[in-house]
């Protein structure tokens, strides 16, 4: 009898709600990136990552996020006109990708890991850029400057690889071609990171004790041996995938 007076309402409907995650966690992806960024750009003017402030503005935008998202969609699910709206009523079968097994579909997560990562990445090797002179020296350990014709070829492929990370965002699923170029991108960061590997002084010390230097040294020298492994794992990775393609395809 009650329900009869005053219908029941909801926060988000049945038939806005689907579109509403979505919404949701791409506003989170992007209230990350936009945090990452805000956090690059400080530590890269003040030479020093003030971790708690990063997490403490992350969640205070994450928040501010959800409210407005929600609030809009609060909004579309209750208003007479709009309640009965469905986002999906024009969807046809014929439009999903052609997905046949479990290993076509790009993880959303991975992709803005990777997103992230590359973007955090090329802040970093423009870091002289971004820096004072003045404040570049007084780091107590810094890259050997020999390094810096690195800089060029390592830009280019992280401001490849984070567009291809937005196109993997746009386009969740494995194709051949986007197969080779995976391929192609994880061939040249194995040979990128193993170039480095090779040289002989990767840091130089000005402040830290001789034995912590050297130490330094020889771990980021690892590090870069451990990540041409990965990048090239995931070549091989790749080519297996797209020799499976092939025979989905000649099946």
Not at 76 to 100: M, V
Not at 118 to 139: E, G, P, Q
């Amino acid at each position: 009898m009650a329900a009869s007076f005053l219908p029941p309402q909801t926060l988000v409907n049945a038939t806005w709600f689907p579109i509403f995650k979505q919404c949701l966690f791409y506003g989170l992806f992007l209230v990350f990136i936009v945090q990452m960024i805000g956090f690059g750009v400080s530590m890269i003017g003040t030479g020093k990552a003030h971790i708690g402030n990063f997490i403490g503005h992350f969640i205070h935008a994450a928040l501010i996020m959800f409210a407005l998202v929600t609030g809009v969609f609060y909004v579309l699910s209750n208003l007479p006109a709009t309640a009965r709206i469905s986002p999906y009523c024009n969807w046809k079968p014929d439009q999903l990708p052609p997905i046949q097994h479990p290993w076509q579909r790009i993880k959303i997560e991975d992709t803005v890991n990777e997103f992230s990562s590359n973007l955090f990445f090329l802040l970093i090797l423009l870091y002289s850029l971004w820096s004072s002179a003045n404040l570049f020296s007084k780091a107590p350990i810094g890259v050997n400057p020999l390094l810096q014709a690195w800089i060029v070829p390592l830009s280019i492929w992280a401001l490849f690889s984070v567009g291809f990370s937005l196109w993997n965002l746009r386009h969740n699923y494995w194709t051949p071609p986007k197969l080779c170029i995976s391929i192609i991108q994880n061939l040249i960061g194995c040979a990128l990171a193993a170039g480095l590997a090779r040289a002989d002084v990767l840091l130089i010390n000005r402040n830290l004790p001789a034995s912590i230097a050297t130490h330094l040294d020889d771990i980021l020298h690892w590090v870069l041996i451990v990540v041409a492994g990965i990048f090239l794992y995931w070549a091989a990775r790749s080519a297996y995938w797209l020799n499976l393609t092939k025979k989905l395809k000649d099946a």
